[in-house]
C-alpha cells in the first residue's frame, strides 16, 4: 500500500498543470468554445506565476467605485471617477454601474492603467455621446477613449449618437470607443454607431460575447485582436459598407485582426468583410457564420491592386450565404489550411496567458 502511494503521488507531480495555455485552437465545435475559452483562462489566484507581475499586484487589492445615472453615487460622473484615480495608478479600480445613461465624454489617458468598468449583465447602462470628427476629430469622437493599459470592461453599452452620415456633411465620423493601451478585454459589451464605430487602434485586446454594428469602416485601426464570438451587423441602407479596415503599415509589425466563432448579420449583399486602408491590412474570419449581408466578392483592394500582394485578407471554415461557398471571393483573398489559420485560433495570438484574466463579476 504504502508503495502504491508513492507510485500515485510521483505520478501526480507530473501531470502537467494547465492554468492557461496560449497554444491551443479554439474548437471548431462553437459548443464548445465557451468551455474551452475557461480552461485556458483561468482566474488570477492559479496563475500568479505566469501573468505579468504588475497585474497581479494590482489585483491584490481592489479598490471600488460605485455610481449611479442620477449622480447620486460616490461620484457624480464616470469622468470625476477617473479623476479621482491617481497617476500612474498601481492598483485595480472597478467603477461598477448602476444602470441607466452616462451622457458624458470620457478619456482614461495613459497614465492610468488597471481600470474596469462594469455594468450589470441583466440591466446594462448605456455610455452616451454625440461627438463626431468635425468638432474633436475622427479618433478623438469616441464616447470613450481608452489609452492605459490593462483596462477592463464588462456589460456595457458604448454608443456614439451622432446622427448617420449621409454623405453631404463632412466629419460625420462617430466613434463609440477608441482602444489605444495594451492588454485590454471587453466581454458582453455592444458597440452601437454607424461610420467607425470601433477603433481598435493599437496594442492586445479580447472581444468576446460583444456586439458590434455600423456602415462603414465600423471596426478600423492597427491593433492585435481576437474577437470572440461576437456579432457584427451592418445596418442596412448604404449601397456599400465595409466591416473592417485593419491598418497595418509593414510587414513587420505584429498586429492583426482574427475573428473566431463570430457572426456576420444584416442583409442586402452590401458589405465586404474588410478592404484595404494601409498595405499590409491582416484581417482572418474563421468558423465565422455569415448572413447575405457579404457581398460575394468578400474583400476590396480599395482601387488599390498592387496590396493585392501585401495584405492578407484570410478565411476558414465558415458558413452562411455569405461565406465563400461559390469560390466567389475576390482573387487575393487567403484560403487558409488549418496549419496556416491555427495561430489565428490560439489565444497566443494576444498573448492572452501574460494579461487575461475572465470577465469581473458585478461587486455587490
Request: charge should be negative; hydrophobic fraction near 40%.
Amino acid at each position: 500500500m504504502a508503495l502504491n502511494k508513492a507510485i500515485l503521488f510521483s505520478t501526480l507531480l507530473f501531470i502537467p498543470l494547465v492554468l492557461s495555455d496560449d497554444t491551443v485552437p479554439a474548437p471548431a465545435d462553437k459548443a464548445q468554445l465557451n468551455s474551452w475559452f475557461e480552461q485556458n483562462v483561468q482566474p488570477l489566484a492559479s496563475r500568479k506565476d505566469t501573468l505579468d507581475p504588475a497585474l497581479v499586484a494590482a489585483e491584490a487589492n481592489p479598490r471600488i467605485i460605485k455610481l449611479k445615472s442620477d449622480g447620486s453615487g460616490e461620484f457624480k460622473t464616470i469622468a470625476d471617477a477617473i479623476n479621482s484615480i491617481p497617476n500612474d495608478n498601481t492598483n485595480r479600480v472597478i467603477i461598477s454601474l448602476g444602470p441607466g445613461n452616462y451622457t458624458e465624454k470620457i478619456k482614461i489617458e495613459r497614465n492610468k492603467p488597471f481600470i474596469t468598468i462594469i455594468g450589470d449583465p441583466n440591466n446594462m447602462p448605456t455610455l452616451v455621446f454625440d461627438g463626431n470628427a468635425a468638432k474633436y476629430g475622427t479618433v478623438e469622437s469616441a464616447t470613450l477613449i481608452v489609452e492605459s493599459d490593462y483596462f477592463n470592461a464588462a456589460n456595457l453599452i458604448l454608443a456614439n449618437s451622432a446622427p448617420r452620415p449621409n454623405g453631404d456633411v463632412k466629419g460625420a465620423q462617430a466613434l463609440a470607443v477608441r482602444i489605444g493601451g495594451d492588454k485590454a478585454s471587453f466581454y458582453n459589451c455592444k458597440f452601437l454607431g454607424f461610420q467607425d464605430t470601433l477603433c481598435d487602434d493599437k496594442g492586445k485586446h479580447l472581444f468576446k460575447d460583444c456586439y458590434i454594428e455600423g456602415t462603414v469602416d465600423f471596426i478600423f485601426g492597427n491593433g492585435k485582436s481576437i474577437y470572440l464570438n461576437v456579432e457584427l451587423h451592418v445596418i442596412p441602407g448604404d449601397q456599400q459598407a465595409w466591416i473592417t479596415a485593419q491598418a497595418r503599415h509593414t510587414d513587420a509589425e505584429d498586429t492583426g485582426y482574427s475573428f473566431v466563432h463570430c457572426k456576420v448579420t444584416g442583409t442586402g449583399r452590401t458589405a465586404y468583410l474588410g478592404r484595404t486602408w494601409m498595405p499590409y491590412g491582416k484581417v482572418v474570419f474563421a468558423y465565422t457564420d455569415m448572413s447575405d449581408a457579404v457581398i460575394p466578392d468578400g474583400w476590396s483592394n480599395n482601387s488599390h491592386p498592387e496590396t493585392e500582394k501585401t495584405v492578407l485578407f484570410g478565411e476558414f471554415s465558415s458558413t452562411g450565404p455569405g461565406s465563400d461557398t461559390n469560390n466567389s471571393r475576390a482573387a487575393f483573398t487567403k484560403k487558409l489550411t488549418e496549419a496556416e489559420v491555427k495561430p489565428f485560433l490560439t489565444l497566443g495570438f494576444i498573448e492572452a496567458s501574460k494579461w487575461l484574466l475572465p470577465p469581473t463579476q458585478v461587486p455587490a
